[in-house]
């Protein structure tokens, strides 16, 4: 049983660019959290997705949006990246519409530089 | 908006003594907590959560947290750590009611268990 995936595992942009982060949940999972975490600090909350619409989101600006997919798999988009977008970005799943109540498995993230 | 402090940001000890580990959080309402676990190089973990009930749980690997409702507190402790037990530890709260479960993460807790 495969847990979750995320890809890629490291990205390197230039401030201006557009990225894209991809997730796919462990098997069972329906509802897909993203979280931003700056080196030294905690995760922080950027949105939960279920039944591929965006149900919460954190104090995070328009730049940071998201999509999911049919198959519950979830996308992350940043666009105009600054220096500051540089962080590990963790996806997490977990099953129903309150998924952030219910046990979260955490992916190994993707480490982002921006330059 | 709710905040989780975790006072110790660095802690050392050897194998076999005890472990608390600080995690308070500010919010008017009704909470659920959490700790969770990252090992090195492996993915966040969840090590423990409480809901309602028994202000005492217990989790994985013999770790345990009190809910002290009147103190905003949720520490984790454990009698005897084990060099295993090397790792980042999260505390994490999300709001039981009005509408938002968001969780808000501490900035961590690294431990280093000296064999």
């Known amino acids: 049983d495969a847990g979750v995936t995320q890809s890629p595992t490291h990205l390197i942009k230039t401030r201006g660019q557009q990225v894209t982060l991809r997730c796919s949940p462990k098997s069972g999972h329906d509802t897909v959290s993203w979280y931003q975490q700056a080196l030294g600090q905690g995760p922080q909350f950027i949105f939960q997705?279920?039944?591929?619409?965006?149900?919460q989101r954190g104090n995070f600006p328009d730049r940071f949006s998201g999509h999911q997919f049919p198959n519950y798999s979830s996308e992350l988009n940043v666009n105009a990246l600054l220096l500051g977008d540089s962080a590990l970005y963790l996806c997490a799943s977990s099953w129903g519409s309150r998924g952030t109540y219910n046990e979260q498995f955490f992916g190994p993230g993707t480490r982002l530089t921006v330059l | 908006a709710q905040s989780v402090s975790q006072h110790n940001h660095h802690v050392i000890l050897s194998e076999a003594a005890s472990l608390e580990l600080g995690c308070n959080y500010s919010?008017?309402?009704?909470?659920?907590l959490f700790w969770y676990v990252q090992y090195p190089g492996q993915h966040l973990q969840l090590l423990l959560k409480?809901?309602?009930?028994?202000?005492l749980v217990k989790g994985i690997k013999g770790f345990e947290a009190e809910f002290i409702k009147s103190k905003f507190s949720f520490n984790l402790r454990k009698p005897s750590v084990q060099w295993s037990d090397t790792a980042e530890y999260f505390c994490a709260v999300i709001p039981a009611s009005g509408g938002s479960y968001i969780p808000t993460f501490g900035r961590g807790t690294s431990l280093i268990v000296h064999p």
């Open positions: 919010y008017g309402g009704t909470v659920n």
């Open positions: 409480y809901f309602s009930g028994d202000p």
């Open positions: 997705y279920y039944e591929e619409e965006e149900r």
